[in-house]
């Protein structure tokens, strides 16, 4: 599994919406789910939100409700839809594999994509 390449940061108004994109090439191989982390300036890194290979979801509770992920396996891709953003969801986001196999383990971080949320 190669390590995750994270996309589609960028400045937007409260209540606007982005649509952050990660490719790990390998990841659907191993069966590996996905998480998409976030890092504010100062802060510990947070789980955002989690899909694993049935697409079976899970949030963190200040996003339910406003974020969505899925994945499309063909192109081994994994989306994260932000709606109604608020200035408290800016942060560096990542993305992770995880899984069973060493594979997803070990795969590692990305280089994360900026998001910037104005009030």
């Known amino acids: 599994v190669q390590p995750p390449v994270e996309s589609g940061g960028g400045s937007v108004q409260a209540g606007g919406s982005l649509r952050l994109s990660c490719t790990a090439p390998?990841?659907?191989?191993?069966?590996?789910?996905m998480t998409w982390y976030r890092q504010a300036a100062g802060k510990q890194r947070e789980r955002v939100a989690y899909?694993?290979?049935?697409?079976?979801?899970t949030y963190e509770d200040s996003v339910k409700g406003r974020f969505t992920i899925s994945q499309n396996k063909r192109t081994e891709t994994v989306y994260l839809r932000m709606h109604r953003l608020k200035p408290e969801d800016t942060a560096v986001y990542f993305c992770?594999?995880?899984?069973?196999?060493?594979?997803?383990?070990?795969?590692?971080w990305g280089q994360g994509t900026q998001v910037n949320v104005s009030a």
């Open positions: 390998g990841f659907v191989s191993y069966s590996c789910g």
């Open positions: 992770k594999t995880r899984g069973l196999y060493s594979e997803c383990v070990n795969a590692g």
């Open positions: 899909i694993d290979v049935d697409d079976v979801t």
